[in-house]
């Protein structure tokens, strides 16, 4: 009879244990990547920033004064999600101790950038470009990061 109710504790104490593994790791990986908070950070703000310019009229001002094509807010939300995306990358490579992988970083930055600006230069020019910088990238990660 004692077994039962010990081993019911000691399967319950296991469950608290991995709950708790389960809240800290969730915690922990953001204390431990800070790149990552700030990259959604940016990127939600830049979104913010450019739907308040193109709903008071400031970004259709700003591209006609700049003798720039008119490019639909997305499309700039999405060149701009793709180069913080870029910048958080870079960063990472820059400071040893927020190293990790960025290669699927890099290329998500990429195709950002190329379908915000497809309404600049066309989809024909924007996916060879990103089959090329995806390929580029592709060797040299082969050529440098030999082991």
């Not at 990986?29 to 790149?35: E, I, S, T």
């Not at 400031?58 to 006609?64: C, M, N």
């Amino acid at each position: 009879m004692s077994d039962r109710p010990r081993g019911e504790k000691e399967e319950e104490k296991e469950e608290e244990k991995r709950h708790e593994k389960q809240e800290k790791s969730w915690d922990e990986k953001w204390r431990h990547d800070p790149v990552g908070a700030f990259v959604w950070a940016c990127i939600f703000i830049w979104a913010g920033l450019v739907l308040l310019a193109a709903n008071t009229g400031f970004l259709t001002r700003l591209f006609e004064e700049w003798g720039l094509p008119r490019l639909r807010s997305w499309s700039v939300i999405l060149a701009g999600a793709g180069a913080v995306v870029i910048a958080g990358a870079l960063l990472r490579l820059l400071i040893p101790s927020l190293r990790r992988a960025v290669f699927g970083a890099l290329i998500v930055g990429v195709v950002l950038i190329g379908v915000g600006l497809h309404e600049v230069v066309g989809w024909d020019v924007v996916w060879p470009t990103i089959l090329i910088v995806v390929g580029v990238s592709i060797l040299l990660r082969g050529v440098l990061f030999r082991r």
